[in-house]
C-alpha cells in the first residue's frame, strides 16, 4: 500500500477504469463491496496505487487542485492511445530540460494527467 494514495472521486467509475487498464496497465487489487456495483476500487500501477471513489454527482465547479503524473516506457506510444479511450490530450510531447518527455492529456472525467519518461542520456 502507498504512504499517500491518490483518489479520483468520478460519476463514471467503469469509465476511469477502462482508460486507466488499458493506457497504464491498471490492476485491480481492492474492492468496497466485494460484490455488486463498487463504492471504492483500489488501483495498481507499476508501484503506485490509485483509487477511484464512485460518487453521482462529484462536482465540477472548482479548477482542478491535483495533478497526476504517470511515468511510461514511451510518452509518444501512449499519447496515441488517450482519444480512442475517451481521453483528450492537452499539449507535448516536449522535451523538458530537466530531462524528460512530457505529454499533458485529460482523463475522461477531465483529470489532468501528466505522461513522463526519461529522456536518455547520450
Known amino acids: 500500500m502507498s504512504t499517500i494514495q491518490p483518489v479520483i472521486i468520478t460519476a463514471d467509475q467503469d469509465v476511469l477504469l477502462g482508460f486507466y487498464t488499458k493506457l497504464f496497465g491498471a490492476e485491480e487489487i481492492f474492492r468496497v463491496p466485494e460484490e455488486g456495483p463498487a463504492f471504492y476500487l483500489g488501483l495498481r500501477i507499476g ?3 490509485l ?3 464512485a460518487k453521482e454527482n462529484p462536482g465540477t465547479e472548482a479548477a482542478p487542485r491535483i495533478l ?3 511515468g511510461v516506457d514511451d510518452v509518444d506510444e501512449t499519447l496515441s492511445r488517450v482519444t480512442a479511450l475517451g481521453g483528450s490530450v492537452r499539449g507535448g510531447p516536449n522535451d523538458m530540460p530537466w530531462g524528460q518527455r512530457v505529454a499533458h492529456i485529460q ?3 477531465g483529470n489532468p494527467v501528466n505522461l ?3 529522456i536518455p542520456a547520450r
Open 47 to 49: 508501484d503506485t496505487d
Open 51 to 53: 483509487g477511484l471513489v
Open 68 to 70: 497526476l503524473s504517470i
Open 107 to 109: 482523463d475522461p472525467d
Open 116 to 118: 513522463t519518461q526519461p
